[in-house]
Protein backbone atom coordinates (compact mmCIF):
# COMPACT_ATOMS: atom_id res chain seq x y z
CA UNK A 1 0.00 0.00 0.00
CA UNK A 2 1.68 3.46 -0.73
CA UNK A 3 1.29 6.32 1.38
CA UNK A 4 -1.75 7.64 -0.02
CA UNK A 5 -3.50 4.91 0.44
CA UNK A 6 -2.80 3.99 3.89
CA UNK A 7 -4.08 7.61 4.86
CA UNK A 8 -7.56 6.90 3.25
CA UNK A 9 -7.60 3.71 4.82
CA UNK A 10 -6.89 5.62 8.34
CA UNK A 11 -9.11 8.26 8.23
CA UNK A 12 -11.96 5.49 6.81
CA UNK A 13 -11.19 3.56 9.83
CA UNK A 14 -11.19 6.63 12.19
CA UNK A 15 -14.15 8.14 10.54
CA UNK A 16 -16.54 5.09 11.06
CA UNK A 17 -15.35 4.28 14.20
CA UNK A 18 -16.46 7.69 15.47
CA UNK A 19 -19.69 7.14 13.87
CA UNK A 20 -20.23 4.03 14.94
CA UNK A 21 -19.20 5.14 18.50
CA UNK A 22 -21.48 8.86 18.85
CA UNK A 23 -24.76 7.02 17.49
CA UNK A 24 -24.69 3.95 19.53
CA UNK A 25 -24.24 5.63 22.47
CA UNK A 26 -26.67 8.18 21.72
CA UNK A 27 -29.44 5.82 20.96
CA UNK A 28 -28.10 3.37 23.77
CA UNK A 29 -28.65 6.12 26.26
CA UNK A 30 -32.81 6.13 25.18
CA UNK A 31 -32.82 2.74 24.39
CA UNK A 32 -36.06 0.43 25.21
CA UNK A 33 -36.13 -1.60 28.03
CA UNK A 34 -38.32 -4.21 29.35
CA UNK A 35 -39.45 -6.48 31.68
CA UNK A 36 -40.52 -9.86 32.54
CA UNK A 37 -43.02 -10.79 35.49
CA UNK A 38 -45.59 -12.76 36.41
CA UNK A 39 -46.05 -14.15 32.43
CA UNK A 40 -46.02 -10.32 31.38
CA UNK A 41 -43.60 -8.51 29.03
CA UNK A 42 -43.66 -4.95 29.22
CA UNK A 43 -41.05 -2.72 27.07
CA UNK A 44 -41.14 1.01 27.28
CA UNK A 45 -38.76 3.36 25.02
CA UNK A 46 -38.95 7.36 25.40
CA UNK A 47 -40.19 9.03 22.29
CA UNK A 48 -39.39 12.64 23.14
CA UNK A 49 -38.01 13.45 26.98
CA UNK A 50 -36.04 16.70 25.54
CA UNK A 51 -36.15 19.94 27.20
CA UNK A 52 -37.87 21.65 24.48
CA UNK A 53 -41.05 19.48 24.79
CA UNK A 54 -44.39 20.29 26.45
CA UNK A 55 -45.41 16.49 26.69
CA UNK A 56 -42.94 13.76 27.29
CA UNK A 57 -44.34 10.64 25.62
CA UNK A 58 -43.08 6.65 26.04
CA UNK A 59 -44.41 4.18 23.68
CA UNK A 60 -45.39 1.30 25.80
CA UNK A 61 -45.87 -2.43 25.01
CA UNK A 62 -47.19 -5.10 26.62
CA UNK A 63 -47.67 -8.91 25.66
CA UNK A 64 -48.83 -12.26 27.50
CA UNK A 65 -49.78 -15.54 26.48
CA UNK A 66 -51.68 -16.64 29.71
CA UNK A 67 -53.85 -13.31 31.18
CA UNK A 68 -56.21 -10.30 29.47
CA UNK A 69 -53.94 -6.93 30.48
CA UNK A 70 -56.40 -5.05 31.49
CA UNK A 71 -54.02 -2.36 33.23
CA UNK A 72 -54.95 1.07 33.14
CA UNK A 73 -51.83 2.77 32.64
CA UNK A 74 -53.05 6.09 32.87
CA UNK A 75 -53.62 5.24 36.77
CA UNK A 76 -50.80 3.08 37.63
CA UNK A 77 -47.81 4.30 35.75
CA UNK A 78 -45.92 7.56 37.29
CA UNK A 79 -42.45 9.53 36.83
CA UNK A 80 -40.48 9.36 40.09
CA UNK A 81 -37.91 11.91 41.21
CA UNK A 82 -34.55 11.31 42.24
CA UNK A 83 -35.55 10.88 45.73
CA UNK A 84 -38.51 7.88 44.81
CA UNK A 85 -40.97 10.10 45.30
CA UNK A 86 -44.01 10.13 42.39
CA UNK A 87 -43.86 13.06 40.71
CA UNK A 88 -45.51 13.11 37.14
CA UNK A 89 -49.04 11.20 36.72
CA UNK A 90 -50.06 10.52 32.92
CA UNK A 91 -51.79 13.21 30.91
CA UNK A 92 -52.88 10.31 28.66
CA UNK A 93 -52.84 7.07 26.61
CA UNK A 94 -53.67 6.74 22.89
CA UNK A 95 -53.19 3.68 22.28
CA UNK A 96 -54.95 -0.02 22.42
CA UNK A 97 -58.00 -0.64 24.79
CA UNK A 98 -57.57 -2.98 27.75
CA UNK A 99 -58.20 -6.57 27.31
CA UNK A 100 -56.42 -9.04 25.07
CA UNK A 101 -53.33 -10.71 25.17
CA UNK A 102 -50.95 -7.81 23.66
CA UNK A 103 -51.39 -4.07 24.03
CA UNK A 104 -49.34 -1.14 22.47
CA UNK A 105 -49.76 2.94 22.30
CA UNK A 106 -48.17 5.80 23.80
CA UNK A 107 -48.51 7.55 27.35
CA UNK A 108 -47.81 10.89 27.64
CA UNK A 109 -47.02 13.15 30.74
CA UNK A 110 -46.18 16.63 31.32
CA UNK A 111 -42.73 17.30 30.93
CA UNK A 112 -40.59 18.12 34.10
CA UNK A 113 -38.84 21.37 34.52
CA UNK A 114 -36.06 21.78 34.40
CA UNK A 115 -34.81 18.91 32.78
CA UNK A 116 -33.48 16.19 35.82
CA UNK A 117 -30.85 14.58 35.11
CA UNK A 118 -32.67 11.26 34.83
CA UNK A 119 -36.42 9.69 34.41
CA UNK A 120 -37.54 6.71 35.95
CA UNK A 121 -40.72 5.76 34.87
CA UNK A 122 -42.69 3.13 36.89
CA UNK A 123 -46.21 0.92 36.33
CA UNK A 124 -47.64 -0.84 38.82
CA UNK A 125 -49.51 -3.93 37.96
CA UNK A 126 -52.61 -5.84 39.94
CA UNK A 127 -50.92 -8.85 41.47
CA UNK A 128 -47.34 -7.46 41.51
CA UNK A 129 -45.59 -6.69 44.50
CA UNK A 130 -43.14 -3.90 43.09
CA UNK A 131 -43.30 -1.61 40.55
CA UNK A 132 -41.65 -2.07 37.24
CA UNK A 133 -39.18 0.46 36.94
CA UNK A 134 -37.47 1.84 33.92
CA UNK A 135 -35.09 4.22 34.21
CA UNK A 136 -32.78 6.55 31.44
CA UNK A 137 -29.86 9.16 32.68
CA UNK A 138 -30.73 11.93 30.34
CA UNK A 139 -27.56 14.30 31.09
CA UNK A 140 -24.81 12.43 29.26
CA UNK A 141 -23.03 14.63 27.15
CA UNK A 142 -23.98 11.75 24.57
CA UNK A 143 -27.56 13.31 24.33
CA UNK A 144 -26.88 16.83 23.03
CA UNK A 145 -28.12 17.33 19.54
CA UNK A 146 -24.88 19.51 18.75
CA UNK A 147 -22.95 15.72 18.74
CA UNK A 148 -25.55 14.45 16.22
CA UNK A 149 -26.01 16.57 13.45
CA UNK A 150 -28.73 16.06 11.10
Request: with cysteine; hydrophobic share 40%; aromatic share 8%.
Amino acid sequence: MDFRNSIRYLLCRLVGTAMLFSTTAFAAELASQSSESGGVTIAVKPVDVSAKAATWSFQVSLSTHSQDLNDDLVRTAFIVDRAGKKNALPTGWEGDAPGGLYRKGVLSFKALTPLPKAIELRIQRAGEKAPRMYRWDLDCPCNDPKMHPS
